[in-house]
């Protein structure tokens, strides 16, 4: 295991004290006072709002009593065979600090229990490298440790040099794009998304870490890329220190990767499927939350000519499509689209969008649900949603169609139905004399806006399927597009 930075005397013991939003440190146990008690507090904050749920407040600190964090660290120790104590002792933190994968331990409410995949050839592909390895190193454990579960579970992967496969694993640091940023050296390793469409079984590795293929000082890529396509496939973590889905990092590569444990939650999962080589393929058991698709089946065809958008924005280096609970992701640079459900992209969402606005000073974005909406910088959803009337509007405003954001006069429109009010970015006040009519401001816009989005002095309305290009200096349209050329369709 990894070095110990505190001594085994020293514990940290959490008080409850209802008039404080956090708990009070004391320390017991030792005369020696410990030499960062505040920052073992903040270690403790992030691990369990990170694996645990932990809800904490737009300044980090905890948004309830100090009861659910004394709750948290029982989970956690529950979880790990320590002492369910509650308080920091040396060997929670010792757990706190071991590498690990980013994956929580408890189950987010919003995933589906027993998600795998319906078919039993899956695809892979590798993206960015990691420069630690040669190339052709890289390959051959990720093969490895991809045929580990094809051997326990008559899945087949099959390679392919395209974006667009069931898994595909990346090399990455920091935020990228997925609203899971990595956090440097050490800490998260790497995690992976469940079976599903888009995001779904895709695999992230902390280019940070230093990879190695077995032996000195780093990490085991066969190892944790083992671990990390157990999620991929739809394992949950596993609270034996023998499972390779256990969550942190073992320092010795066993001579078996999966335990007899592992096999059997494998197995469990996919020995009704399709066997191959049958000739006539036939589903065993029909599992209900198999029986009906995840989404519907218009959902799932981005060039379905009535598609429509409920909210569209800029988010980054990359365009945001919302419709219902479903998202698409294009990014500027790239030819293919993301796309998956919304909390497959960002975990805190589990509603529809209304209207989404960017502000690239600010490299924010700003997304509306009914009376209520969340702030997202860089690709983190910052604290919990706010009050739509955080910017004024009279009471009986209870949700918005469509908002945007015009760089070029630091206003942000909000329309509704056939009105629109302008709000001021820079004083962060409604402009005087508003709402005002839509279709006396923005002639030729004369339905209900979906969604509405600004590009280099044009505001694009869309309203329906069709998408209305508005000169904000000619003032009038001058073009009109279907909605789904935007998807490149
Ligand atoms: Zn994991
Ligand atoms: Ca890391
Ligand atoms: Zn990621």
């Not at 020293?10 to 939003?21: A, E, I, S, W």
Request: proline share 6%; with cysteine.
């Amino acid at each position: 295991m990894q070095v110990m930075l505190l001594p085994v005397w020293f514990r940290v013991l959490l008080l409850l004290d209802p008039g404080l939003t956090a708990p009070a440190l004391v320390l017991e146990g030792g005369s020696t006072p410990s030499p960062e008690p505040q920052l073992d507090l903040q270690l403790a904050t992030d691990y369990l709002h990170q694996y645990y749920n932990l809800q904490t407040d737009p300044s980090g600190r905890m948004r309830r009593s100090g009861l659910s964090f004394t709750s948290k660290v029982k989970d956690m120790q529950a979880f790990f065979g320590l002492n369910e104590t509650g308080v920091l002792d040396s060997d929670t933190l010792e757990v706190m600090r071991s590498p690990r994968c980013g994956v929580p331990d408890v189950e987010d409410f919003s995933q589906v229990q027993g998600t795998r995949w319906n078919k039993n050839i899956l695809s892979y592909s590798i993206g960015r490298y990691t420069r630690d390895l040669p190339l052709s190193t890289v390959d051959s454990l990720i093969q490895s440790a991809l045929a580990v579960w094809a051997r326990a579970s008559g899945l087949t992967f099959v390679r392919l040099h395209t974006s667009s496969a069931d898994i595909r694993v990346e090399f990455v640091t920091n935020a990228h794009g997925d609203f899971y940023p990595f956090d440097g050296p050490r800490g998260t390793l790497a995690h992976a998304f469940g079976p599903g469409l888009g995001a779904g079984g895709d695999t992230h590795f902390d280019d940070d870490e230093r990879w190695t293929a077995g032996g000195g000082s780093g990490f085991d890529l066969l190892m944790v890329a083992a671990h990390e396509f157990g999620h991929a496939l739809g394992l949950k973590h596993s609270r034996s220190p023998g499972s390779v889905m256990y969550p942190t990092y073992k320092m010795s590569r066993p001579s078996n990767l999966l335990s007899r444990e592992d096999e059997a939650n494998i197995q469990a999962l996919y020995s009704n499927q399709i066997l191959p080589g049958s000739t006539c393929p036939q589903i065993v058991r029909n599992v209900p939350w198999m029986s009906r698709p995840l989404f519907p089946r218009l959902m799932q065809d981005r060039c379905a000519p009535d598609l429509t958008f409920d909210a569209v924005s800029t988010l980054g280096d990359a365009t945001f499509f919302f419709r219902d609970r479903y998202l698409w992701i294009k990014h500027n640079e790239q030819s293919d689209i993301k796309e998956g459900p919304i909390s497959n992209f960002m975990p805190k969402i589990e509603t529809r969008i209304d209207a989404a606005f960017w502000i690239p000073r600010r490299s924010a974005a700003y997304l509306i649900h009914g009376s209520t909406f969340w702030t997202v910088r860089g690709s983190v959803i910052k604290g919990k949603p706010k009050a739509l009337s955080f910017f004024g509007f009279p009471a009986w405003v209870q949700s918005v169609e469509a908002a945007v954001h015009v760089v070029r006069t630091g206003r942000t429109l909000f329309f509704m139905q056939h009105i629109y009010w302008s709000y001021n970015e820079n004083r962060k006040v409604m402009d005087f004399g508003f709402p005002r009519s839509i279709s006396e401001d923005f002639p030729g816009v004369n339905a209900t806006i979906n969604a509405a989005f600004y590009k280099e002095k044009f505001i694009y309305f869309f309203l329906g399927p069709h998408v209305y290009k508005f000169d904000l200096t000619l003032k009038h349209v001058v073009g009109v597009e279907s909605s789904r050329s935007w998807l490149s369709c």
